[in-house]
């Protein structure tokens, strides 16, 4: 198994443009979450989806988020306009049971300037 | 969600035995207690989990007393490569992180 298959890892764009984050959970698990990290605020939880329908999107910070899950095998996380304080690491990760061992991806490194 | 509260620093040296211990007044009866260990430039990655009384992996051992307002994670003569995060989570449905515990392994 590849694990949770993040892309980019990493991103660098200006402020202003659309980014959209990537995520390919572990077949089978039925459960995705994204993760911003940054050193003021650690690990947040943004959003989860359980069975490609989101289930709590409180994390998410303001319209400019975004996330969508069309499948069991892919997710998106979309940031339009992007702004320099969205500067973070993005994880995703997927669970087959509710906490039993979240897996989490290598993350996206994103930079606004 | 139950609030946690765990040291926010740890030195250790190699070969000794580390234990961590974490708070959590206000756990409820479907909440399970949860451990990640984050490396640096890495997402956290999953140590341990249990209900009550004492857990015990290849990694770790977890010891819950009875009334579960608090665990201890401990770690076996760790080593340089121990250096970590290690996150200490109660929930039923989802995780949320609080700072974690950096522990730094000294030669």
């Known amino acids: 198994d590849a694990g949770v298959i993040q892309s980019p890892r990493h991103e660098v764009t200006e402020m202003g443009q659309e980014v959209t984050l990537r995520c390919k959970p572990i077949s089978g698990h039925n459960s995705l979450f994204w993760y911003r990290q940054t050193m003021m605020r650690g690990l947040e939880l943004l959003i989860y989806f359980n069975n490609n329908v989101p289930i709590d999107d409180s994390g998410m910070p303001e319209d400019r988020f975004s996330a969508k899950m069309p499948n069991a095998s892919f997710s998106t996380l979309k940031i339009q306009p992007s702004e320099p304080r969205d500067s973070a690491v993005y994880f995703c990760a997927s669970s087959g049971q509710a906490l039993y061992g979240y897996t989490f991806g290598s993350g996206t490194r994103l930079t606004v300037v | 969600l139950a609030k946690t509260t765990q040291p926010i620093s740890m030195d250790s040296y190699e070969g000794q035995e580390v234990n961590i211990t974490c708070s959590h007044n206000n756990i409820a009866t479907n909440d399970y207690i949860t451990w990640y260990q984050q490396f640096p430039s890495q997402g956290p990655r999953f140590i341990i989990q249990?209900?009550?009384t004492k857990v015990t992996n290849e990694v770790a051992s977890l010891f819950i007393p009875a009334d579960r307002k608090s665990s201890t994670l401990s770690l076996p003569r760790v080593s340089l490569s121990d250096t970590a995060v290690y996150y200490c989570?109660?929930?039923?449905?989802?995780?949320?992180f609080g700072t974690g515990t950096r522990l730094q392994v000294f030669p």
């Open positions: 249990g209900y009550k």
């Open positions: 989570l109660v929930a039923d449905d989802k995780l949320i």
